[in-house]
């Protein structure tokens, strides 16, 4: 099947740094990416949308500045936390699906907890 | 926008029995997916079962199985068989259909569901 893998899976960061979180899918070229956010025992929140080569499409409410995507690669998607604060605590879960291959299927991957002190 | 409405927040079940979990939907769409996802623990999203709106068939898995009511716009789960290995948090989530790409996902709250020895 599919796989989906994040880097790294944990990190802690100090308040005013900027940390980057790796989002890659191993056996497939995914055409669209989609990064989440999740707080304890809660639902996925989409941040934003990014498809390969273009401008990420963030959701209403979410810091294009803060939160900077980049889907550099068929294969590859970063999202970059800048000027971390502790309220940017959080797991962060990318998603990517195949593109046009019939499949309507998003992948997951593993998640990474950011702790930011 | 479309909605999902998962009204148990959390369930209890025994090994061994059957549990349905419930999930229900707002969309103008006539054509959409619907899908049930588990989080373990690990906080891995795993797909369960998936729903084409235009099938009237219910979709099976194993010993998963669905119970899609479109004019009602309700899609439960069903777990057979309850094993250990069943407790998590299970999110229904629904997806526009767009032709040969995807569209986002809708995640309803979550159920969180406990078996029991």
């Known amino acids: 099947g599919a796989v989906v893998s994040q880097h790294p899976s944990w990190v802690i960061c100090k308040s005013g740094t900027s940390v980057k979180i790796e989002c890659r899918s191993l056996?497939?070229?995914?055409?669209?990416m989609f990064w989440y956010r999740q707080f304890p025992k809660q639902s996925l929140m989409l941040m934003a949308t990014?498809?390969?080569?273009?401008?990420?499409?963030?959701e209403q409410g979410v810091e294009k500045d803060k939160f900077l995507i980049n889907h550099a690669s068929l294969t590859l998607s970063t999202l970059t936390v800048t000027s971390a604060h502790p309220e940017d605590s959080s797991f962060y879960i990318c998603?990517?699906?195949?593109?046009?291959?019939?499949?309507?299927?998003?992948?997951f991957g593993p998640g990474t907890r950011l702790t930011v002190t | 926008a479309q909605t999902v409405t998962q009204s148990q927040p959390e369930m209890s079940v025994q090994e061994a029995e059957t549990v349905t979990l419930s999930c229900t939907y707002d969309?103008?769409?006539?054509?959409?997916?619907l899908f049930w996802y588990k989080q373990p623990p690990s906080r891995q999203m795993i797909l369960v079962i998936r729903?084409?709106?235009?099938?009237?068939q219910n979709a099976t898995e194993n010993r998963f199985s669905v119970n899609f009511q479109k004019a009602a716009k309700s899609f439960s789960l069903k777990i057979s068989d309850s094993q250990l290995g069943d407790t998590a948090m299970y999110f229904c989530?629904?997806?526009?259909?767009?032709?040969?790409?995807?569209?986002?996902?809708?995640f309803g709250r979550g159920t969180q569901l406990t078996v029991w020895p």
């Open positions: 998603s990517a699906e195949a593109g046009a291959s019939g499949s309507y299927e998003q992948y």
């Open positions: 056996d497939f070229q995914a055409t669209t």
């Open positions: 990014s498809n390969e080569g273009s401008k990420a499409t963030y």
């Open positions: 969309t103008s769409e006539n054509n959409y997916y």
């Open positions: 729903q084409e709106a235009y099938k009237q």
């Open positions: 989530a629904f997806m526009d259909y767009r032709g040969s790409t995807l569209g986002r996902l809708y």
